[in-house]
């Protein structure tokens, strides 16, 4: 599996925020079906004494087409959702997008309309200074 060009820089985010990368990538599997998401991540809930877990989907969106590549990550993203829910229903999935892609591309109103009806978390990252903001 070829890795997306800002893979690095979302684990190192990820990172400095005090996620401990627990797999790179996660297998998911689902019957015959193997897939694997780009990041598993957990950090310690210290009031609560459990742990959160996520899963990063993380995309550069480098293609000349922006719908296009979106129409093939929210169809990947769903697929992942829908077998991370019979695997490890306690983990949340996020699409890890560039912050210039989210601003020009993700605020346009189709996109904002599908990313909210759809429930897509997402988590923004600067590709200069590999900072993150989430979007939930």
């Known amino acids: 599996m070829a890795k997306d060009l800002f893979h690095d820089v979302v684990k190192n985010a990820l990172i400095a925020e005090g996620w401990e990368i627990t797999h790179d990538p ?21 009031a609560q004494r459990d742990s959160e877990k996520i899963a990063v989907e993380v995309k550069s969106f ?3 087409s922006a719908i296009s590549e979106f129409h093939t990550v929210v169809g990947q993203y769903f697929n992942y959702r829908y077998a991370l829910r019979a695997q490890e229903a306690d983990r949340k999935l996020y699409l890890a997008v560039p912050s210039h892609i989210y601003d020009q591309f993700f605020r346009l109103k189709f996109v904002e ?3 909210q009806d759809q429930q897509i ?15 939930n």
């Open 26 to 46: 996660l297998p998911v599997d689902y019957g015959d079906v193997q897939m694997q998401i780009d990041l598993g991540a957990e950090r310690l809930l210290a």
């Open 62 to 64: 480098t293609k000349p």
């Open 113 to 115: 309309e599908v990313i």
């Open 121 to 135: 978390l997402i988590v923004i990252y600067n590709t200069k200074t590999g900072g993150i903001k989430w979007i």
